[in-house]
């Protein structure tokens, strides 16, 4: 293995490019050192290098979604050893704190522990990661599958997942997701798996809607651009509302949407990243009985999400729009950044010499 490696270093807002770093080592003897295989821009990562998310240390090596092939394995690892191919969770947990006990892994409290290319990690737009405690949170990936098909359990079809999950979703049920990018497409491909009756995509981006049509993942699609969205939800449900509303974008907008278009008595939840603070009208959650969820992914469901995916229940393929090596990964930031050329997932393969 050579020293140092190419890697794409986050030093502050909108400073950001691919350098030479070191090769990272085996520290403690639960790491394992991975080569990344496969990594992603996720949207987080766009709010991290436009300074949306101010409390990201730097410099960082930035990204979170990926699969690895292990190369070095520490003494002390006991389910991985080198040539094992893996997609591994967003966050790196200890599986031993209070909240990983709780199954709240992404609020492990483990010094040296933490979201990769977030906090506490360095991330995978690179060429190898570090993993402590690698064993609690890479998952083996099936031999009838692709590190493609699974890459996304370890971070947004989690988080839609979650979305969905929160909401409670009942038979017969009426869901509407308020945002048909990358998570939101996650969510309504998962919402699915509890039997609503009709699932209602809602975005500004025509070619999205157009996306979670065509893929079957959303019955109806409705644009505030054209449509007067509450309005049409609450006749097809007569006069009601829906009864799931999931917010997966994480601006105010949005958010009322979601809240509007909900019915008295019905369940909301929204796993945005809300740059801004965000204004929640209580009262009206109240005079609504509202059930409300929110929060960070507590990334609890991947090995369920694999299973699922390996029995052929769900498919996040259709997300896989864009894929080149790490060599062009700003021209990734760009296009995925920019929602340029129909772009929802811009996927990374290793760095070509
Ligand atoms: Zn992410
Ligand atoms: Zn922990």
Not at 7 to 14: D, F, I, S
Not at 67 to 82: D, Q, R, T, W, Y
Not at 257 to 269: C, F, H, I, N, Y
Not at 286 to 298: E, I, Q, R, S, Y
Request: proline share 6%; charged share 20%; glycine share 12%.
């Amino acid at each position: 293995m050579a020293d140092t490696m190419k890697a794409l270093v986050y030093r502050g807002p909108e400073k950001y490019g691919l350098e030479d770093v070191p090769v990272p080592k085996i520290i403690e003897p639960d790491d394992v050192i991975g080569k990344v295989i496969l990594s992603t821009i996720c949207g987080s990562d766009i709010h991290i290098v436009h300074g949306g998310m101010p409390e990201v240390r730097y410099p960082l090596i930035i990204g979170h979604e990926f699969c690895a092939e292990i190369v070095e394995a520490g003494p002390a690892v006991k389910n991985l050893k080198v040539g094992d191919k893996v997609v591994v969770s967003c966050v790196a947990f200890c599986g031993e704190c209070w909240y990983c006990k709780q199954g709240l892994y992404a609020h492990c409290q483990k010094p040296g522990f933490g979201c990769f290319g977030v906090y506490g990690q360095e991330g995978c737009q690179t060429e190898y990661v570090r993993m402590p405690g690698a064993d609690n949170y890479c998952y083996h990936i099936p031999e009838s599958l692709t590190p493609q098909d699974v890459l996304f359990s370890g971070d947004i079809l989690s988080t839609g997942y979650f979305g969905a999950e929160m909401t409670e979703i009942q038979p017969g049920d009426t869901v509407v997701v308020v945002g048909a990018g990358p998570v939101g497409l996650c969510c309504m491909t998962t919402a699915r798996l509890w039997g609503p009756s009709r699932i209602i995509a809602v975005d500004m981006v025509q070619s999205r809607l157009d996306v979670a049509i065509k893929e079957g993942i959303a019955d109806i699609a409705l644009n505030p651009g054209k449509d007067d969205v509450v309005e049409i939800i609450k006749s097809l449900t007569g006069g009601l509302g829906a009864d799931r509303s999931i917010e997966c974008v994480g601006l105010q907008p949005t958010f009322d949407t979601a809240l509007a278009a909900v019915r008295a008595g019905g369940q909301m939840s929204t796993i945005g990243i809300y740059e801004k603070p965000l204004s929640v009208p209580l009262n009206q959650v109240w005079a609504k009985n509202l059930k409300f969820g929110w929060g960070f992914v507590p990334m609890n469901r991947m090995p369920k999400l694999i299973s699922l995916i390996e029995a052929g229940k769900i498919n996040t393929n259709f997300l896989c729009t864009h894929k080149a090596p790490l060599n062009d990964i700003m021209r990734g930031y760009d296009v995925f950044g920019n929602k340029k050329e129909n772009c929802l997932k811009w996927l990374v393969t290793p760095w070509e010499k």
